[in-house]
């Protein structure tokens, strides 16, 4: 079936640091990508929207110049966390619509720790 | 805007027994999915099942089952002869529009279950 390779799935890195994720979808193209966070025993929230060849959409409070979102072909989408803090760690996962059997296919998520 | 709401933010029960995960959503579309997924301590998602709102059947899957109630737009999930393996955060989930997959989820807060032996 469909498969969205996220990687890295854990990464620390130190404070003012960027730190780059990438979501890549095997076997099926892509031009939308769903960028969820989900802080420790909370729920997923919606980050942004990514579609290739334009500029990512971002949900109210999300911060386009701290995370930038890349989509530069139907088979590779980006996140990167520029400048990343402390309270940026989170679990980052992203989401490609259309393709699993539930009409989504997640990646298997990034847990970002920054120190 | 979509909303759901999972009352329940802890839940733990002894193994065999029976559990009941509550969803309540809002939307204001005639036309909609609802979806639950599991949460392993690993992160990733599990799906579970998904729902679209032109069906109100309920659904019986081995131990699993769920009861769709667009009466009380509730979308509430049992476990039957619950399992230490059972032990994970559940979510609820809800898109909206024609075709699932179109639209980012909306999810719930999540219900932790422990099962304990």
């Known amino acids: 079936g469909a498969v969205v390779s996220q990687h890295p799935s854990r990464v620390i890195c130190k404070s003012g640091t960027s730190v780059k994720i990438e979501c890549r979808s095997l076997?099926?193209?892509?031009?939308?990508m769903f960028w969820y966070r989900q802080f420790p025993k909370k729920s997923l929230m919606l980050m942004a929207t990514?579609?290739?060849?334009?500029?990512?959409?971002?949900e109210q409070g999300v911060e386009k110049d701290k995370f930038l979102i890349n989509h530069a072909s139907l088979t590779l989408s980006t996140l990167t966390v520029t400048s990343a803090h402390p309270e940026d760690s989170s679990f980052y996962i992203c989401?490609?619509?259309?393709?699993?059997?539930?009409?989504?296919?997640f990646g298997s998520g990034t847990r970002l720790t920054v120190v | 805007a979509q909303k759901v709401t999972q009352a329940q933010t802890e839940i733990s029960v002894v193994e065999k027994e029976d559990v009941t995960l509550d969803c309540v959503y809002e939307?204001?579309?005639?036309?909609?999915?609802l979806f639950w997924y599991k949460q392993p301590p690993s992160g990733e998602l599990v799906f579970l099942i998904r729902?679209?709102?032109?069906?109100?059947q309920n659904e019986i899957s081995g131990r699993y089952s769920w009861n769709f109630q667009k009466s009380t737009s509730s979308f509430n999930f049992t476990i039957t002869a619950s399992q230490v393996v059972d032990s994970a955060v559940y979510f609820c989930?809800?898109?909206?529009?024609?075709?699932?997959?179109?639209?980012?989820?909306?999810f719930g807060k999540g219900t932790r279950l422990s099962v304990i032996a």
């Open positions: 729902r679209n709102s032109f069906d109100e």
């Open positions: 939307t204001r579309d005639t036309t909609y999915y």
């Open positions: 076997d099926f193209q892509a031009t939308t």
């Open positions: 990514s579609n290739e060849g334009s500029k990512a959409t971002y």
């Open positions: 989401s490609a619509p259309g393709t699993g059997f539930d009409g989504y296919t």
């Open positions: 989930a809800l898109s909206a529009g024609w075709a699932s997959g179109n639209t980012p989820l909306v």
